[in-house]
Structures are given as C-alpha cells and as structure tokens.
C-alpha cells in the first residue's frame, strides 16, 4: 500500500504526512495546514454524517440507512482521506470520560454492598463507547462485514506509524471476536469437486507451504488428504481459515513426501493418524481474533464422524521464529553446553571457541541426511527445544506456531531434523519441523501447564532441551 503508510523517514522521528494536530484542534479552526489532507470545512461535514449514524433518536434502520453514504464515500476516498476518517472515529466516538470516572467512583464504592451488582452494570454501560454504535451500524449495511474487516486491513498498517489509532482497532477486534465466534462459523470440507473459484482461494491464501500447480493442488485435495475451511454466513462466499490434514499411519515426520505429488496414495482404511499440516488465515481484518482450539476440535469432531479409526491428532509444524531467535542467542545456547560436550560439538576448528560461540549455527550444513545421533543436529534440535519452551514476559511461548498450538491444549511432541528443505524452512528454522500431539484427554492439563509458565513436551523433547 502506498501513501502514508510506507512512507520513508529516520528512525524516531514522526511521519511528516501525520497531522501534528488531532481532530478537536483541526475542527476548531478554518486554517488549512499542510499535511492536513481534509480542510476543516469538509472534516466537520464528515463528522456531522458520523453523528448522524450514531444519533440515538432514531432507529437502528434509519442508523443504518444514514450509514450508507459514508461507507461510499469511503469507497472513493484517497488513503490519506480515509486515514483522516479513521482519526474521527478514534477521537470524536469515544467514550464519556466523565461518565466513565463518575461510574468507576460509584462502583468502587459500592464493592460489597448490595448495591454492587447495579453499580458494575452502569460501569460498563459508561465504556460503551459512541463508536462502538457506529461500527455495527455500518456493520449492518449491505456488504457491511467486508467493508470492516477491509478497514481493520489498511488500519492495521497505519498502526505502525500512527499508534494514537489502537482504540478503533481494540474495538473492532472486540467487536469480531463477537460477531466471528467458533458458533457461528460453517465448517465445510473443500474437495476437488468443489468450486474452481474455491479452489484458487485456497492456492491463494495457502500461507505455510505455497501450492505452486494445479497438480500440487490436486494432490492436497486428493483421497488420503482432507481440507476443511471455515465460513461465516454474512460472508458466504469468503473462507476465513483453511485447516488442510493428511491422513496417515504414522505421525509425519517430513513435509517433503506429504507434498510429493508422484507420491502414492495412502490406504484409508490402515490409516490410523490425520496430520494438520498447514493452517491458514484468510482475513488479515481477523488478526487476534482467535478461533482457537474449537477449531482444531470440530475438525476432530468431522474427522472421527466420517472415519472412525482415525485416533491420532497431530501437526507437522514450521518454527517461524527459530532462526532469527537462534541469531541472537547462539552464545546462550553453546554457554548451556558442558565444556566436554561442547569440544564434542565443535564442526568447525578453524574458528577460535569465542567465534564458535556465537557462529556455530552457520557451521552446520542443512542438507546433511538426517542423523538424530550425530552431535550437530543434536544440538540444533536442542536450541530448538530451548526456543519452543521458552515464554515471554507475558507468559506466552516466543514462536507464533507454538502460541496456538501449545495455548490449544498440545503438547510438544517431536522436533525433526531437515523435515522442510525449501528454501522458506531453511529461512525460518535450518529446515526444522515440529509434532504438537493433541491428545484429546489431556487438553485441559496441558492448558493449565501453560497458565503456570510450563510448556508441555514429550521426554524426548525435554532430552534435547537438555541436551541430555
């Protein structure tokens, strides 16, 4: 995207396009000041419209029928434009500060009393804000959800520049965590009997491992394999999430015969294990709205209600973050070796041990076969299973991949050596791959684990975490 958002400009110091006034300084003058884009003039008409929208008098009908020009205006409107509109709904839709200090005062003083529950009701009318209104009357309007989730996309990128805009992104991810909630989807298995233009949404937004044919695409959709995705009913037509599973005898331990389109077909009815492989968003709009495990559970559930033998559950993982974590901590990792040990690991004796320390990732050759006794790829698997167990200060594991899975309930199962050669999985993680197991019975402990700051793994992932 172009315009105010990938402008160019030196570190700390704020984009010249972002107006250094907000909207209650620019309404209250009729000076036009560059970088302003709307001249005061047309900021207070658009406002008035908002209003408008927002206008408790009259109906949710009518509300929404005043809704309507604003959502074409935007449609027309220059990226800087709708920026300004973005700034409107942010500082002129909040709520009362007033109202909200005056009900925080009344509930806190009636905590324990008999009044208490009337007072935290009056409190949480006080935060519900005027642009909370707005947003779900344009919600309403025909093509409403599509209209929001495109702006949440384009607001998402000005949030890097332009932070004072979070809380017209809080309250729309609050507003589809709500509208999008696991109950309300239809799941719906995706064949190569479906819908060609289905299909090339699924090429399309295939995010963990690109399909680059038809052939490649034929083969995920084929017999032994099953691909789910998730709709929504305001959105029929749009899936928002992909979840694509092979099905196999044995937990997978390379991406690279699942992608094999020579490869032969496997015999369902020995099948015993389905491998989620690759799980994809559609919808940028959605980001932080969590389907979360009631995802991976009504995939199980479809699963076992159309072949019952399948009792194993199991990703084939990326580690995303590895690499770039293992750049920065490499020393850390060596530091946690044995001086024994880490003379046996040293691949590369034409560097000093300082160099070695925090060089020795790069000594180690990707495309070695795969050896899980040779000492190098030891410790690679080892840095991993450090990296994979390792929480942020907010209690939440380091790599993207292992937030989901591991907050779902899984466990840390099996770290692979070489499992993704591709050019992607050399990038991301020296072509390592992951198992989470969900062992349906233990979800809820393994949840619990993780809100007391442990990761669950398997032993032989904790062996490697030691270097054991």
């Not at 791959?433 to 993780?450: I, T, W």
Request: aromatic letters at 8%; glycine letters at 6%.
């Amino acid at each position: 995207m172009t315009g105010l958002v990938n402008a160019p400009r030196q570190t700390g110091q704020k984009d010249p396009r972002i107006p250094t006034r907000n909207t209650h300084a620019r309404l209250d003058t009729y000076l036009r000041q560059e970088p302003e884009t709307l001249t005061p003039r047309s900021l207070k008409k658009l406002l008035t419209e908002l209003q408008a929208v927002v206008d408790t008098k009259v109906s949710e009908v009518e509300g929404v029928r005043r809704a309507q020009p604003f959502v074409d205006w935007y449609h027309a409107a220059a990226q800087d434009e709708r920026a300004d509109a973005w700034r409107l709904m942010t500082e002129q839709f909040s709520p009362d500060p007033q109202k909200v200090k005056l009900a925080k005062d009344q509930y806190e003083a009636a905590l324990g009393t008999e009044d208490e529950a009337q007072a935290e009701i009056k409190l949480r009318k006080a935060f519900h804000s005027p642009r909370t209104r707005l947003l779900q009357r344009l919600g309403a309007t025909p093509g409403g959800m599509r209209f929001l989730l495109d702006l949440r996309t384009e607001l998402l990128q000005q949030l890097k520049t332009e932070p004072a805009l979070l809380p017209l992104d809080a309250e729309l991810e609050n507003l589809f965590t709500g509208w999008f909630d696991i109950g309300f989807l239809e799941l719906r298995t995706i064949s190569w009997d479906s819908p060609a233009s289905l299909i090339e949404k699924l090429i399309k937004y295939e995010a963990v491992h690109d399909i680059v044919s038809w052939d490649d695409a034929k083969n995920r959709l084929d017999h032994d394999r099953r691909c789910f995705a998730f709709f929504h009913p305001r959105l029929p037509n749009e899936p928002l999430i992909f979840v694509e599973v092979a099905l196999t005898r044995a937990i997978a331990d390379s991406m690279v015969p699942l992608l094999d389109v020579t490869a032969s077909d496997a015999d369902l009815k020995k099948a015993n294990t389905a491998i989620f492989y690759s799980i994809s968003n559609t919808q940028t709009g959605l980001r932080g709205v969590g389907f979360g495990d009631s995802l991976i559970k009504r995939v199980v559930e479809a699963l076992q209600q159309e072949l019952p033998q399948i009792r194993n559950f199991a990703t084939l993982s990326p580690i995303p973050g590895f690499r770039k974590w293992l750049a920065k901590h490499a020393a850390d990792v060596a530091a946690a070796l044995p001086a024994k040990t880490r003379a046996q690991y040293r691949v590369d004796d034409t560097l000093d041990e300082d160099a070695w320390n925090t060089g020795w990732p790069d000594t180690l050759d990707p495309a070695q076969p795969r050896d899980n006794d040779a000492l190098p790829q030891q410790m690679l698997r080892g840095a991993a299973a450090m990296y994979l167990g390792s929480l942020d200060d907010s209690g939440r594991p380091l790599d993207a991949v292992a937030r989901f899975h591991l907050g779902n309930g899984a466990r840390l199962e099996h770290i692979h050596w070489g499992a993704d050669p591709s050019a992607k999985g050399s990038r991301q993680s020296y072509g390592l791959m992951v198992n989470y197991l969900y062992d349906l019975d233990k979800l809820d402990k393994h949840r619990a684990m993780l809100a007391e700051g442990k990761v669950a793994m398997s032993r032989e992932v904790n062996k490697l975490k030691q270097f054991g």
